[in-house]
């Protein structure tokens, strides 16, 4: 009896530890963060590409401990070579690691290493990611500078820093100094794509300019900071010659160092935004151009959002607001008139500005010719033959539409009759039949609608596109065009980019939806999707064809775990089994 419980006891001692090794390798199962995954690139190594468990060139995952230390391994021949490399993210844009020596052994071994011993004065690598998102750069404006390339100090000519239309980007213009062997005459644009602090404020940019085609030259690190002189404030830069973050030893030592200070001759911004142009994001009704006033409520920026790399393309900032705007006198609506510094990508010029509040979620604007100097920028002679434009709030609500009922329209089809139909299935609601071989009724909600002069004014989403509509009122009849931008001329107050007009009896403006018009339509619950940049197909979508999608994570985290719960389960029937085979046996032999 004794024999067969000592068994009983070697097996459960060895079940268990097969249990708890099991326990411990799905502990340090190794899985970079979802946010690393994609393409970077190093110097030391070129592109790379960061998948779940494993680093182009590098080698496969096999254990991670404490959230920054991560063992691979890696063939070489006929052995395996294990390292240790502990990995800071400094942003979402930049990673930075140490490695340990690696191990080599024969790959028969199965006893995979675990040594993370590196010293402190090991090589920092610096791992770029591809196609960054840029970043604000923390020095904006417009600057004169100093620099020093090791070739010695280059003070005269100043050269010149420009503001760019993104405020991810700046403009440096080199000037060569007869006394300096080594100045050069060179523009270069700087943008930001990753900063964090380590001790010291650091950045690190992409360069532009000609003659750097490899990505070893066009990226550089750069560390920084603000200092108050004698003269005024400065800031002081010290810049790597590669895509590295090596060899800045100080603000006086290292490949590239500049000085800048603030350009005076610049003027700053002496006026703000109103704060119905603040209080959201706006969008053209195509949905591809993006306005947003900065923090400082002084900068308005147009992104193209689609353009991931480089989305700004114009900047408009207000030096300083108009305020004998002949435009007042032609309508009652808030009007803000300013003149502006503006920027396309980094070339600036000034233009005066003004912008119409036509509702809560709409507003218009139209810009003047370009002038070189802020004196002659707002005179009526500068917005003659301009066309003003119309924007939507990203938060743009449903609104009641005009001329509800059901109408029949004109011109008349001789197969069928076109029908406009305003607030019958929903308030907020128009939709339009006209003769196709389909036969198919536009949807379409209204958003925001204003009148001026006469004509009344509807912006309406549908479910690819928004569109403007127009209503006149012309003796017995009702006019309407319809167009996908609502671009208007000042000076006729019509529409330039519609082709066809449409119009309906006066008298058709109070006639009754059809029978059935409500009954027949079943209730859903819209969902409006208020992304931008992107496809305005599904804008429109019923719950019912929304998507109960989980996240990859969240999916990884579930299958993680019911794998888990599924080997720890498999091991405990194990012993279990056992346990019961023995405990039969060991009472059939005492029977």
């Not at 604000?136 to 417009?142: A, S, V």
């Amino acid at each position: 009896m004794k024999m067969y419980h000592c068994y009983i006891l070697k097996i459960n001692v060895l079940l268990w530890w097969m249990l708890n090794t099991q326990l411990e390798s799905m502990a340090g199962a190794c899985q970079f963060p979802d946010t690393w995954l994609g393409q970077w690139y190093q110097k030391e190594l070129g592109d790379l590409e960061l998948m779940t468990n494993s680093i182009d060139k590098k080698g496969i995952c096999y254990y991670s401990d404490t959230g920054n230390k991560f063992y691979v391994k890696k063939p070489d021949g006929n052995k395996m070579c294990y390292s240790c490399l502990v990995i800071t993210a400094r942003h979402e844009n930049l990673l930075q690691y140490k490695e340990s020596r690696p191990i080599c052994q024969e790959k028969t071994n199965t006893k995979f290493p675990r040594n993370c011993d590196i010293p402190g004065d090991a090589f920092l690598y610096t791992v770029v990611r591809e196609k960054s998102v840029p970043v604000t750069c923390p020095f904006q404006g417009d600057f004169t500078f100093t620099y020093d390339n090791n070739t010695g100090l280059c003070e005269r000519p100043r050269s010149k820093a420009h503001a760019c239309a993104g405020d991810y980007s700046l403009q440096l213009h080199f000037r060569e100094c007869p006394n300096i062997p080594g100045s050069i005459n060179q523009v270069a644009t700087i943008q930001c794509l990753a900063s964090w602090r380590d001790q010291e404020n650091y950045v690190y940019v992409k360069l532009n300019s000609f003659g750097l085609v490899h990505k070893h030259q066009m990226y550089r690190c750069m560390k920084y900071r603000e200092r108050d002189t004698d003269s005024g404030p400065i800031v002081e830069i010290a810049a790597t010659a590669d895509a590295t973050c090596l060899g800045l030893h100080s603000y006086y030592d290292a490949p590239l160092t500049l000085t800048l200070k603030k350009d005076n001759r610049v003027p700053s911004p002496s006026c703000s935004f109103p704060v119905w142009m603040k209080y959201t994001q706006w969008q053209t009704l195509s949905g591809q151009y993006l306005f947003e006033v900065d923090k400082q409520g002084t900068t308005l920026r147009l992104n193209q959002p689609s353009l991931i790399e480089d989305p700004t393309l114009t900047s408009m900032t207000c030096q300083r607001e108009h305020l004998q705007s002949d435009l007042t006198n032609n309508t009652s609506y808030p009007v803000f008139e300013f003149v502006s510094r503006s920027h396309e990508k980094c070339k600036s010029f000034y233009q005066c500005v003004r912008f119409i509040q036509r509702s809560q979620d709409v507003i218009q604007f139209q810009t003047g010719r370009k002038v070189k100097h802020h004196s002659h920028a707002c005179t009526a002679a500068n917005f003659r033959g301009k066309q003003i434009r119309t924007l939507l709030a990203i938060t743009a609500t449903k609104k009641d539409c005009p001329y509800p009922g059901s109408h029949d329209l004109s011109p008349r089809n001789h197969k069928c009759q076109d029908v406009l139909r305003s607030g019958c299935h929903d308030k907020s609601e128009i939709r339009i039949q006209m003769c196709s071989p389909n036969h198919q009724d536009k949807q379409l909600k209204c958003l925001g609608r204003w009148m001026e002069s006469g004509v009344s004014y509807v912006i309406a989403r549908g479910p690819t596109r928004v569109l403007c509509f127009t209503f006149r009122e012309i003796k017995s009849t009702i006019q309407f065009t319809v167009s996908n931008e609502c671009t208007v001329s000042l000076e006729t107050n019509r529409d330039v980019t519609s082709t066809a007009i449409y119009s309906f009896p006066r008298s058709s403006s109070t006639s009754r939806c059809g029978s059935g018009d409500i009954s027949d339509i079943k209730t859903t619950h819209i969902s409006i999707d208020k992304s931008i940049g992107k496809d305005n197909a599904g804008l429109l979508q019923t719950d019912a064809t929304q998507p109960n999608k989980a996240s990859d994570k969240e999916r990884r985290h579930q299958n993680t775990g019911s794998s888990n719960t599924s080997s720890t389960l498999n091991i405990s029937s194990v012993l279990v089994l056992v346990n019961s085979i023995f405990f039969l046996t060991v009472s059939h032999l005492n029977l």
